[in-house]
């Protein structure tokens, strides 16, 4: 299983990014993707999820700017960003809970994390 992220990018404040984060491989079903951010020197912190039955959850710094969406028949998880301001500048990676497929046994997965995508917002 893969978890390929793409279109961060360096934007100046007031800007917009879309990620975006396939989930390939023996994936049956996703249950919940998510955007997570660490920026130097602080802790990794969600800052959107979304659930196969497509309910949300944002961290107060992202409501309002950001909305993640959820393709189920790619595997994919979007998130636009759009008023970014300096402070959102981080590394952003995407994780994924899902239903692997082995044989005929599904697999609970979680935590499964992709690479991260580098977004810098100028001032």
């Known amino acids: 299983v893969q978890l390929q992220a793409s279109g961060g990018g360096l934007v100046q404040s007031g800007g917009s990014l879309r990620l975006s984060c396939a989930a390939s491989?023996?994936?049956?079903?996703?249950?919940?993707m998510g955007w997570y951010r660490q920026a130097p020197g602080k802790q990794r912190e969600l800052v959107a999820e979304?659930?196969?039955?497509?309910?949300?959850n944002y961290s107060d710094f992202a409501k309002g700017r950001f909305t993640i969406s959820l393709d189920n028949n790619k595997n994919t998880v979007y998130q636009q960003m759009n008023n970014l301001l300096p402070e959102d500048t981080a590394v952003y990676y995407c994780?994924?809970?899902?239903?692997?497929?082995?044989?005929?046994?599904?697999?609970?997965?979680?935590?499964?994390w992709g690479q991260g995508t580098l977004v810098t917002v100028s001032s």
């Open positions: 994780k994924a809970d899902f239903k692997y497929q082995s044989g005929s046994y599904l697999l609970p997965i979680s935590n499964y």
């Open positions: 491989g023996n994936i049956a079903s996703i249950d919940t």
């Open positions: 979304v659930s196969s039955g497509r309910r949300t």
